[in-house]
């Protein structure tokens, strides 16, 4: 994806934005320096990541290789990222199959939630930014590296190592680059401009009228805390474009951000919004609630458990338990 596209979604809108995007294009220009990226889940961590890779150059051909540490199984994170020799394990294939570092030769390889990298996979990625060379699993032949590593976490880093969960050698190893995306609500500032942005954006795309936002709308828009930060005011946006014909972009339109005087509640049914809970008139079933409450975090963050789990501020095991 070109770097002008990637910045086009996040949008420059604030000093705060501006110096992320100065940084970036200053980290660009050395591919041996390990690069940490830290923010909110919806803070906009890949495209930053976008930004470090392509510089000024939005024409650059150089891969772009992502992981998601959460969506690989730990038996198969070392192949996947290492690659592997015939017949390093059964059902491997025939030839062998490249890792995503030998994919990302001469360009960037980017580790999505950093946090979550099997302990046991961690010193070996530590030896490779310090080497800039690595074996495939089952093989005997060093392969030379060229590539940038950068990685991205939705919470500090520091606090796993207190945990035990990460190493500490590595947290500084990767620490050298270091970025931290402010969430929305620190820049209250970007949040019509961005909101803008995205109506004419998605408006165009979709082949709907331009919004206006009506004063009030953008009260709302400004007064809520939006803790799934951009990509969650991008997906506001994007519902309203495609569900109302008015012109404008009205309070009545946000109901989802907002209490409403008239919301009608069912008898057993329990609103959550944010800062507060409305509570049905009949008897609360504590059970469903929560399992209902569960149910809409996961849907929020894709059925992603991680992301879920943290969200809610519980283990993942715990998570699990409560699916059961």
Not at 190 to 206: H, V
């Amino acid at each position: 994806m070109e770097n002008s596209l990637e910045i086009e979604k996040i949008g420059i809108f604030s000093d705060k934005t501006r110096e992320i995007q100065e940084i970036a294009i200053k980290l660009h220009e050395d591919r041996q320096l390990p690069v940490l990226i830290e923010g909110e889940t919806g803070t906009g961590k890949e495209i930053v990541a976008h930004m470090i890779h392509y510089g000024k150059n939005s024409d650059s051909s150089s891969p772009f290789i992502p992981i998601n540490c959460t969506a690989i199984s730990q038996g198969l994170f070392e192949s996947e990222l290492f690659g592997y020799e015939e017949g390093a394990f059964t059902g491997a294939k025939r030839k062998g199959a490249f890792g995503k570092l030998e994919l990302a030769q001469k360009g960037t390889l980017f580790l999505d939630e950093i946090g979550d990298l099997p302990l046991d996979v961690q010193p070996k990625l530590l030896r490779v930014l310090e080497e800039r060379e690595f074996f495939r699993v089952g093989g005997l032949k060093k392969i030379k590296l060229d590539i940038r590593i950068i990685c991205a976490s939705n919470r500090e880093l520091e606090k796993r190592v207190n945990e035990g969960s990460f190493r500490q050698d590595l947290y500084y190893r990767l620490n050298v680059g270091h970025i931290r995306i402010p969430p929305l609500r620190e820049r209250r500032e970007e949040i019509i401009p961005l909101a803008t942005m995205f109506l004419e954006a998605i408006a165009r795309q979709k082949g709907k009228p331009v919004r206006i936002l009506d004063p009030g709308a953008e009260s709302i828009l400004k007064n809520y805390d939006w803790p799934g930060n951009i990509r969650e005011l991008q997906n506001v946006i994007e519902r309203i474009v495609l569900l109302n014909s008015s012109p404008y972009v009205l309070p009545r339109h946000l109901d989802c951000l907002v209490p409403h005087p008239h919301h009608h509640l069912e008898k057993e049914t329990c609103v959550l919004q944010p800062g507060y809970i409305v509570l049905p008139q009949g008897q609360l079933d504590l059970y469903r609630l929560e399992a209902e409450i569960v149910q809409k975090a996961l849907k929020k963050f894709n059925n992603n458990k991680t992301h879920t789990a943290e969200y809610l501020g519980i283990t993942r095991s715990a998570l699990r338990s409560k699916l059961k």
